[in-house]
């Protein structure tokens, strides 16, 4: 069975510094992933997806950019860290048609 | 592109009442409906889902309805229990380039013992 692995579950970073979230998927092969944020109280901003090696598609304009270098890994950076940019982050895993999604365990992040 | 809008924001109910929250969405073409629970500080996690071509489906205390002419769909709970007490959120994929499924705003339900 699939599954879907998501480090570091928890990250303090000082504004202006870097940030790399990664995401690895186990028992599925080209597999539809994404990048979401979810602010204090709030829904899930989608930010990425990505259907495939080195193919991402943006929904948000921000300071966040992601990628995907191989089949089974996405990855979420930033070269400067915002205050804004605090949340909780979630990949997630879809299937080719339309599935549920599988969530990784999600990354609190704290600018500060 | 699609649009979905989740109500109530909040919902308090007494243990053993029922609670109900509503999703509407904009694209006709979306044919796939999930619901997600997300305890505090957890990943959210499929509850319940339904397709375009069911009107209703129901799984023990939870159940789901869809009305398509109307773009609405429903997430009802039965007998809440304090262990109900989560986020919760729908969600809906259109059938579209991209597979991108939006998900609602989310309602945090309280179930008071």
């Known amino acids: 069975s699939q599954t879907i692995h998501q480090w570091p579950a928890t990250l303090v970073q000082p504004v202006g510094s870097p940030l790399s979230l990664e995401c690895t998927v186990e028992g599925t092969s080209n597999p539809n992933l994404y990048w979401y944020r979810q602010a204090a109280g709030r829904g899930l901003q989608l930010l990425f997806y990505?259907?495939?090696?080195?193919?991402i598609s943006s929904e948000v304009p921000q300071n966040l950019s992601a990628s995907r270098p191989q089949d089974r890994q996405f990855i979420l950076s930033s070269k400067k860290l915002l205050l804004s940019d605090s949340g909780f982050y979630l990949c997630?895993?879809?299937?080719?048609?339309?599935?549920?999604?599988?969530f990784g365990q999600g990354t609190r992040l704290t600018v500060v | 592109g699609e649009n979905v809008e989740q109500h109530p924001s909040t919902l308090s109910v007494q243990e053993g009442d029922s609670a109900v929250i509503k999703c509407t969405y904009s694209?006709?073409?979306?044919?796939?409906f999930p619901w997600y629970k997300q305890e505090l500080g957890k990943r959210p996690q499929l509850i319940i889902d339904?397709?375009?071509?069911?009107g209703e489906k129901k799984d023990q205390r939870i159940a789901v309805t869809l009305n398509k002419t109307a773009k609405h769909f429903s997430l009802h709970i039965t007998e809440t229990q304090p262990e109900d007490s989560a986020v919760y959120f729908c969600?809906?994929?259109?059938?579209?380039?991209?597979?991108?499924?939006?998900f609602g705003a989310g309602t945090r339900l309280f179930v008071k013992a």
């Open positions: 997630a895993w879809m299937g080719v048609m339309n599935t549920e999604a599988f």
């Open positions: 990505s259907v495939g090696i080195g193919q």
């Open positions: 694209d006709s073409a979306s044919n796939y």
């Open positions: 339904i397709r375009s071509n069911v």
């Open positions: 969600a809906a994929t259109p059938n579209t380039g991209g597979f991108k499924t939006i």
